[in-house]
């Protein structure tokens, strides 16, 4: 009998567990994205507005044009996809 032999099943399940889990976490995140399409913005912390650099007034959040929420980035991924989808069946 092979010493490679008691070695092949293990790294199999290892391998189809790691799949299974990445499988699971990506499905979970896209279920994410599909109800919560929306994250509060990190720079401006969902206020929509920045201090300004010299006179410390409140200017408009550039990353967000000041609404203060920002989309997903898997949920940008999602809308694309749906978009070359209905470009596809036109
Ligand atoms: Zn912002």
Do not use: Q
């Not at 299974?20 to 929306?38: H, Q």
């Not at 300004?52 to 940008?76: K, M, V, Y």
């Amino acid at each position: 009998m092979s010493p490679l032999a008691a070695t092949a099943t293990p790294i199999a399940s290892t391998a189809a567990g790691f799949l299974l889990t990445l499988a699971a976490v990506t499905l979970g995140y896209l279920g994410v994205c599909w109800v919560r399409p929306f994250r509060r913005c990190r720079r401006c912390h969902g206020t929509g507005r920045r201090p300004g650099l010299i006179l410390r007034t409140g200017r408009t959040c550039r990353r967000c044009d000041g609404t203060g929420e920002h989309l997903r980035p898997g949920r940008t991924a999602l809308n694309y996809l749906r978009e070359l989808h209905d470009k596809s069946n036109r």
